[in-house]
């Protein structure tokens, strides 16, 4: 159901913007967040983004250089990833957060119902 793409090699200091569309569901009704996972460690929220853009939650490593973002017509979530380091490279997965009424977006990978299947990103020094 969801479709990550965008992912790349980069050099530090570049730029990638990751895209995830979602081929069915009431997209515009969903949390979304992006995850990543370097190799050797545990899977990450890097981003979320409520379903009415307007509350978000970036993670402090990435403060400032990454942004989400979504259009809800053509159903699909950016992560615009700017001024990249080698600490960044990771695969990349976004996700869908369903059920999300309150206190949205929620934060914990177990809050998310469907997995993209993951965009690797790759950042050289």
């Known amino acids: 159901q969801l479709q990550a793409s965008g992912g790349g090699l980069v050099q530090a200091g570049g730029s990638l913007r990751l895209s995830c569309v979602a081929s069915?569901?009431?997209?515009?009704?969903?949390?979304m967040g992006w995850f990543r996972q370097a190799p050797g460690k545990e899977r990450i929220l890097v981003s979320a983004i409520a379903w009415s853009s307007g509350s978000t939650y970036v993670e402090d490593s990435v403060l400032g250089r990454f942004t989400i973002s979504r259009d809800n017509a053509k159903n699909t979530v950016y992560l615009q990833m700017d001024n990249l380091n080698p600490d960044d490279t990771a695969v990349y997965y976004c996700?869908?957060?369903?059920?999300?009424?309150?206190?949205?977006?929620?934060?914990?990978?177990?809050?998310?119902?469907?997995w993209g299947q993951g965009t690797l990103v790759t950042v050289s020094s």
């Open positions: 996700a869908a957060d369903i059920v999300c009424v309150t206190n949205c977006p929620r934060r914990d990978p177990s809050s998310y119902a469907y």
């Open positions: 069915e569901g009431t997209f515009s009704s969903w949390a």
